[in-house]
């Protein structure tokens, strides 16, 4: 039977074109100009098309662009040479190596296959088209060559090259529609023009690079992992991959920013209310477990800043998605007042090893072992909390409390508002001084250094928050400890801890949601 994946149309060196002939036998072999074991075999293929191309096809298939007529002149080749620059038929007809030799009936059916240079194999090819052909065998000095010689990589197999083909190949994962840029323009800003940037360059997505970005994960690209607000798009892996490719992520990253697509995308975060206010509320992503160490995330020095790819890229590709599947452009939905930083990107990781507290997705449910994303919506921050003098636990605690008095606003208490305390180690390792300091005693320690008498607690018509019964002597900050989130991060120098003021909390505004990582 024919093998009907095995044919081609092509170019010769003339421009005439060329496709695998039905009923006649053809010799097609694959090569390269710099390859050397492809110019040894080259005078071999010459003197078999000599010898037997009255009944059989004898065909180079070339990858060298211009230097394919090269390697025809250096051979003084009569044979047919064609152009395979572009490596589709090499990736169509999925072989490995150059030369690269493939025989085959009148009926379309392969019936011998090798690569290289190994001296019996064509020895044993030329015999055997003779006896099919009934022509005398070509004559070749077979002692002269070498009895054995590897091939060399063919060159569809350069990454950027195959991960291009795949993309284009029939069954390929991508279905993004293409857009095509004039060559007179500037990637870069026709992709300003268009709207898909948070005002830094982007990445330009082309079918490799989403090619390379869909390996970092198992699942499909077309499973649908979350519907994005405000505009309710679809958010595929494939367009998460390439929001995931225009925000600079490696392919390692990708499945973290999925998790944190997914998280965002929930209606306990309310990306919708996040996104819309005029608070300027925006995501802050942290990340827990093996999964740090494993894409170099940043957790020690500069955690909340700048200089990690990884801290970077994730939670700026997960402001992309927001923006470019759901739709939430600046002017458009998003009414920030002020805008905030953190809209550009805002992703850290933990520094569990640091710590003797539950790191912050154990707290919340996971084990250690499982690698996790947490997602606040948060207004303001990193703000930083300065305490250099102080040598006792409690002291640090003060204050760590009183650096949260200016959440909302100093004057605003008994908040049901989210708040996200990031603690240095120095400060950590005041804190534990004299034994366990647990964060529950911390929190605790935050509500009573910033606990007011309840008659003296202050509110006006445009900062409203829920006020204390008329039992109560006293009124703190938070509404509750459930409000307040410790997490450890940042250089083992320094008495620098940080905190991120939220946006409204609940049902009204939006809730911490954690999701495991899919590894696979």
């Not at 070509?138 to 569809?156: F, M, T, V």
């Not at 005029?278 to 020095?301: F, Q």
């Not at 409203?464 to 120098?493: E, L, M, R």
Request: glycine share 8%.
């Amino acid at each position: 039977m024919r093998d009907t994946g095995l044919s081609f149309s092509l170019n010769d060196l003339t421009g005439t074109p060329h496709s695998l002939p039905v009923g006649q036998a053809s010799l097609i072999c694959f090569v390269k100009e710099d390859c050397g074991t492809c110019n040894t075999a080259a005078p071999v293929l010459e003197a078999f098309h000599k010898a037997y191309g009255d009944k059989v096809n004898v065909t180079l298939i070339a990858q060298s662009g211009a230097a394919n007529a090269t390697f025809a002149e250096r051979h003084s080749l009569s044979m047919p040479v064609l152009d395979d620059t572009a490596c589709k038929t090499a990736f169509e007809w999925d072989i490995e190596s150059v030369p690269s030799v493939f025989w085959i009936d009148d009926e379309g059916t392969v019936q011998r296959q090798f690569e290289g240079f190994i001296r019996t194999d064509w020895e044993t090819l030329s015999a055997e088209i003779s006896g099919k052909t009934a022509l005398p065998a070509a004559q070749i000095d077979w002692e002269s060559l070498p009895a054995w010689r590897p091939g060399c990589g063919s060159k569809h197999l350069d990454p950027a090259v195959f991960d291009k083909l795949r993309a284009e190949a029939e069954g390929s994962p991508i279905r993004a529609r293409k857009i095509e840029v004039a060559s007179s323009d500037d990637v870069a800003e026709f992709m300003f023009d268009q709207g898909f940037s948070d005002g830094l360059p982007l990445v330009p997505p082309t079918p490799e690079r989403v090619m390379r970005m869909l390996s970092g994960t198992h699942r499909d690209a077309q499973e649908v992992v979350a519907t994005v607000a405000p505009n309710m798009g679809e958010a595929t892996i494939e367009k998460i991959a390439i929001n995931a490719v225009m925000a600079g992520c490696k392919p390692e990253y990708l499945p973290v920013v999925i998790t944190a697509v997914e998280a965002i995308c929930t209606d306990a975060f309310n990306i919708h209310g996040v996104t819309a206010t005029t608070m300027g509320a925006a995501p802050v992503i942290v990340v827990n477990g093996p999964i740090r160490d494993k894409i170099g995330m940043n957790m020690k020095l500069g955690a909340l800043g700048a200089g990690n790819r990884a801290n970077a890229t994730i939670g700026r590709a997960v402001r992309l998605v927001v923006r470019n599947v759901g739709g939430a452009s600046t002017g458009g939905v998003e009414r920030s007042t002020l805008g905030n930083p953190m809209k550009f990107t805002m992703c850290f990781a933990e520094y569990e090893e640091r710590t003797p507290w539950p790191a912050l997705h154990v707290e919340r449910g996971f084990q250690p072992e499982d690698s996790v994303v947490t997602v606040f919506a948060m207004t303001g921050g990193p703000m930083h909390i300065v305490d250099q003098t102080s040598r006792e636990p409690d002291q640090i605690a003060e204050s760590l409390g009183l650096g949260l008095e200016g959440v909302f606003s100093p004057k605003m208490k008994n908040l049901p508002v989210d708040a996200l305390l990031v603690v240095c180690p120095e400060h950590l390792d005041t804190l534990m001084r004299e034994g366990p300091y647990s964060k529950e005693r911390l929190r605790q320690r935050i509500q009573e250094v910033t606990a007011t008498p309840a008659a003296s607690s202050r509110s006006d018509d445009t900062l409203k928050a829920p006020q204390p019964s008329a039992a109560s002597t006293t009124v703190s900050k938070f509404a509750s400890t459930d409000f307040i989130h410790v997490v450890v991060a940042g250089s083992n120098a320094g008495k620098f801890s940080s905190a991120f003021h939220g946006w409204a909390s609940g049902a009204v505004g939006s809730t911490p949601v954690s999701k495991k990582i899919d590894l696979g």
